[in-house]
């Protein structure tokens, strides 16, 4: 079985080192720990199913960039326009 480092399964995905300590924490990866130079080092132990899996749950950044800008900020203005409302309601039931 292989191992890898934190760092070097979060470059390997494409994922942040604080979403590989999410997952290591939460148990969706296997994991080891190892001292090494008297400090406590957490290794990925890669396994064939669990690597599938993981593959799934990883969105694929093309598929994020498939909406224009235009559509992206009308998304975003919308939101803004239905968190301003909000905010408005409740400033009035504080009040």
Partial sequence: MEQLSIKSYAV??????????????????????????????????LDEKTEEEVKKSIVPITEKNNMSIKEELKLLREEVRVLRKEIASLKKAIQ
């Fill in 12 to 45: 390997k995905h494409k994922l942040s080192i604080f979403n590989v300590m999410k997952m290591v924490k939460s148990g969706k990866v296997k994991s080891r720990l190892i001292e090494e130079n008297g400090k406590e080092v957490t290794y990925i132990v």
